[in-house]
Structures are given as structure tokens and as C-alpha cells.
């Protein structure tokens, strides 16, 4: 079982709908989340972090924490043509100086 | 302000040989780690640092080793280059090891 998991898409979705991306992760004792968003040939560019259980908004991105289930996700409202990247799940280990463990990523195509 | 800043941007070097990259942190950032892309899949850890100090290693041969100068910069070195060594390296900063990380632009290391 991979440390942290996401399906890789692509998801397409029709600009202006709500794209949903998921997350699972294994270590029941982590405590930090973080979403990246990754163009293609760029680096990562850190849209969001959520730290307890539930919701956490910032413009068209909301960020959901579920620690019971092990699960983040990352809704993104009225998606636009250039939302169109690769999404980062990334967690934090504490045990091991800190350092983030990401999930391969999974595409999100906008259609205009 | 100045982002995290990586050089070279690219690089091609043969097998065997040795290779150095840098990285300047975002100004008052302590803590900088490593981390290799491949095509595909999301960020591996390599290292961090924080004050100088190695606080986490992941799981890569003695080939890789870094360090922290007292401005926060740091170097990567790979030595006795493989084909897999190929990748996106990635050079993270934060204020402080339980803060959100920023990318740099990453270096991009081609062996032939």
C-alpha cells in the first residue's frame, strides 16, 4: 500500500463545474496536508494546507480533512481552462524529519 | 521578494561523472529540503536541513549527500551518476520545518 494514494485521471470536467480530487493516505498519525498544483515542465505551487478535521476554504478552492477516514480532498468551483494541471496530495511525517510524502498526482483537464 | 532559486536550470552530464546543484532559500527561510521528480510520479524526499544541520533522509544511496551553509543556501551532490539518476530536482524552503514549503523552480538533470 502506497503511503499516500490518488487516482491519477485524467478528470475532465466542463469549465465552470465543480472538479472534486481525492486523497487517501496510511499513517494515521500524520497531521498536516497540503495540496500542490503542478503545470506541466514547472514546479510545484502549494494552493492549499489543512491541518484538523473539515473545511477549509480559500477563494474557489476548498480543502476537506477527514482524519477518521484518512482521506483529503480538494474541490475546486467554477473550474477554469487554466486549472488545467497535475494535483499534488502531499503529507506530512513527522517521523522522519518532517519531510513531505506526495501522492503521484492526478490530472484535471478543464474543457472549455 | 526573491522565490527559492535553483542552478543550473538543466543539465546533461555522462554516467559516472559527479554533479552539484544549489539552492538559495526564500530570505529568513531556515529550513531547505531536497526532493527528486521523476516523469510521472509525485516528489520523493532526499533531504533537509534546518540551521545547518541534517534533520531527515530519504531513502537514496550514499551517492547523494547535501549541505547547509550559514546563509540557508545549500548544495546537492550526486556522485557516480546513473541513467535513473534523470530527473526534476526539486529544492524546497521553509521558515520553520513545521511551516508549508515552497519549490523552487527545479533543476533538471539529464544522464546520458
Known amino acids: 500500500q502506497k503511503e499516500v494514494e490518488q487516482n491519477s485521471g485524467p478528470l475532465s470536467v466542463p469549465e465552470g463545474a465543480i472538479a472534486s480530487l481525492n486523497c487517501t493516505y496510511s499513517d494515521r498519525g500524520s497531521q498536516s496536508f497540503f495540496w500542490y498544483r503542478q503545470y506541466s515542465g514547472k514546479s510545484p505551487e502549494l494552493i492549499m494546507s489543512?491541518?484538523?478535521?473539515g473545511d477549509k476554504e480559500d477563494g474557489r478552492f476548498t480543502a476537506q480533512l477527514n482524519k477518521a477516514s484518512q482521506y483529503v480532498s480538494l474541490l475546486i468551483r467554477d473550474s477554469q481552462p487554466s486549472d488545467s494541471a497535475t494535483y499534488l496530495c502531499?503529507?506530512?511525517?513527522?517521523?522522519?524529519?518532517?519531510?513531505?510524502?506526495f501522492g503521484a498526482g492526478t490530472i484535471l483537464r478543464v474543457k472549455s | 521578494d526573491a522565490g527559492v532559486t535553483q542552478s543550473p536550470t538543466h543539465l546533461i552530464k555522462t554516467r559516472g561523472q559527479h554533479v552539484t546543484l544549489r539552492c538559495s532559500p526564500i530570505?529568513?527561510?531556515?529550513?531547505v529540503s531536497w526532493y527528486q521528480q521523476v516523469l510521472g510520479q509525485g516528489p520523493q524526499f532526499i533531504f533537509q536541513?534546518?540551521?545547518?544541520?541534517?534533520?531527515g533522509r530519504g531513502n537514496f544511496p550514499d551517492r547523494f549527500s547535501a549541505r547547509q551553509f550559514p546563509n540557508y543556501s545549500s548544495e546537492l551532490n550526486v556522485n557516480a551518476l546513473l541513467l535513473g539518476d534523470s530527473a526534476l530536482y526539486l529544492c524546497?524552503?521553509?521558515?520553520?520545518?513545521?511551516?508549508?514549503?515552497?519549490f523552487g523552480s527545479g533543476t533538471r538533470l539529464t544522464v546520458v
Open positions: 524546497a524552503s521553509s521558515l520553520d520545518v513545521n511551516y508549508g514549503y515552497t
Open positions: 536541513y534546518y540551521e545547518k544541520e541534517e534533520r
Open positions: 502531499a503529507v506530512r511525517r513527522t517521523a522522519y524529519g518532517n519531510k513531505l510524502v
Open positions: 489543512i491541518y484538523s478535521n
Open positions: 530570505s529568513g527561510h531556515k529550513s
